[in-house]
């Protein structure tokens, strides 16, 4: 008697964002920020130096800071983050692409809902026997992607048939990254009524002690701007990298973008634009710390036009980015 044809094994698609809180209640955000801050990938002190300091002072403290600048950017609409917005527009967007009914593409953050346990379990549930994990960084970073990795073997640690898994590092000078970071740039010059003197690519920083202890993130986030110089015909002076985001007392990357703002306002130019091209999306770094506050430091030391330059989000494209990635992936697969 012949045997009968097992199911055809499923693939999986899955996105992965840093993360974002449900809301902006002080217990929400409370919850949140102890999920992140507890990763030792992304605090790296001993945690009896450190846990005093997150439970003792920080989920004091931030949460009434956090609330105020979340209230700015939430998305009141469908009562989420802009960052939970594009991510899952991002992935249900990259289902209707791909269009195959043997892949499932689903969206995980890295800290908060959906996360990563919950999405990997219902993939292998659902019969997923290869995944594909793309996580939303560009740069890599042992406090990002390495992060993102950290969580997706922490659940195949407790699963019995693990899957298949191909994962994307990084893809800092990808050539179809960086072209479409090129189309949206002069996408959004081409509609100002101005032209910027001075454009500013700005990233999350890190505390510089990773960088010299071995993260290349440094080195990626400066072969992302010199390729996007190289694309634009820009030079160092045109386009400069700087680092946002700071938090606590330690030395993080320099030059820091909300000084260098201040520093080319007093210098008496007249007009910036400013790019994040370590986010695939909006989000409050983006939407808040740039447009908001960043804007109000150039606008207060004496500049006068200022401009963001929109992440790629789920546009055009960012969605050929996206697919790019992820079909380079399945290759041999599909």
């Known amino acids: 008697m012949e045997?009968?044809?097992?199911?055809?094994?499923?693939?999986?698609?899955?996105?992965?964002?840093?993360g974002t809180p449900c809301g902006i209640s002080r217990r929400d955000l409370r919850c949140y920020l102890a999920e992140f801050l507890s990763d030792r990938r992304v605090i790296e002190w001993p945690i009896?130096?450190?846990?005093?300091?997150?439970y003792g002072i920080v989920l004091n403290?931030?949460?009434?800071?956090?609330?105020?600048?979340?209230?700015?950017?939430?998305?009141?609409?469908?009562?989420?983050?802009?960052?939970?917005?594009?991510t899952r527009l991002q992935a249900e967007k990259l289902h209707r692409i791909l269009d195959n009914a043997d892949i499932d593409v689903r969206w995980a953050m890295r800290y908060g809902q959906p996360s990563v346990k919950t999405v990997t379990n219902a993939l292998i549930a659902c019969g997923?026997?290869?995944?594909?994990?793309?996580?939303?960084?560009?740069?890599?970073?042992?406090?990002?992607?390495?992060?993102?990795?950290?969580?997706?073997?922490?659940?195949?640690?407790?699963?019995?048939?693990?899957?298949?898994?191909?994962?994307?590092?990084?893809?800092?000078?990808?050539?179809?990254?960086?072209?479409?970071?090129?189309?949206?740039?002069?996408k959004h010059l081409a509609i100002l009524d101005f032209t910027p003197e001075v454009i500013l690519?700005?990233?999350?920083?890190?505390?510089?002690?990773?960088?010299k202890r071995g993260d290349p993130y440094l080195r990626e986030c400066e072969r992302t701007t010199v390729a996007l110089r190289h694309k634009l015909g820009m030079d160092k002076e045109q386009m400069t990298m700087t680092f946002q985001s700071r938090f606590m007392f330690t030395e993080w990357l320099e030059p820091y973008t909300d000084r260098t703002i201040e520093q080319l306002a007093r210098n008496g130019i007249q007009s910036i634009a400013v790019l994040n091209?370590?986010?695939?999306?909006?989000?409050?770094?983006?939407?808040?710390?740039?447009?908001?506050?960043?804007?109000?430091?150039?606008?207060?030391?004496?500049?006068?036009?200022?401009?963001?330059?929109?992440?790629?989000?789920?546009s055009e494209e960012g969605m050929?980015?996206?697919?790019?990635?992820?079909?380079?992936?399945?290759?041999?697969?599909v």
């Open 3 to 18: 045997r009968p044809l097992l199911k055809k094994e499923r693939i999986g698609v899955m996105l992965i964002n840093l």
């Open 48 to 54: 009896l130096f450190w846990y005093p300091i997150l």
């Open 61 to 86: 403290t931030r949460p009434k800071k956090l609330r105020k600048a979340y209230a700015r950017i939430w998305n009141d609409e469908t009562n989420e983050s802009p960052l939970r917005t594009y």
């Open 128 to 186: 997923c026997r290869r995944l594909v994990i793309l996580s939303l960084y560009p740069q890599y970073s042992a406090t990002t992607t390495a992060a993102v990795n950290d969580s997706v073997f922490n659940v195949l640690k407790k699963t019995r048939v693990i899957p298949a898994i191909r994962m994307v590092s990084s893809y800092a000078d990808d050539s179809v990254y960086i072209d479409s970071l090129t189309s949206s740039v002069r």
């Open 201 to 211: 690519a700005s990233y999350h920083g890190i505390p510089k002690n990773y960088a």
């Open 277 to 314: 091209p370590g986010f695939a999306s909006e989000c409050l770094e983006t939407l808040d710390e740039i447009v908001n506050k960043a804007a109000g430091i150039f606008h207060k030391n004496g500049g006068k036009n200022f401009t963001h330059i929109p992440c790629l989000n789920d």
């Open 320 to 333: 050929h980015v996206i697919e790019h990635l992820v079909r380079r992936e399945l290759f041999g697969w």
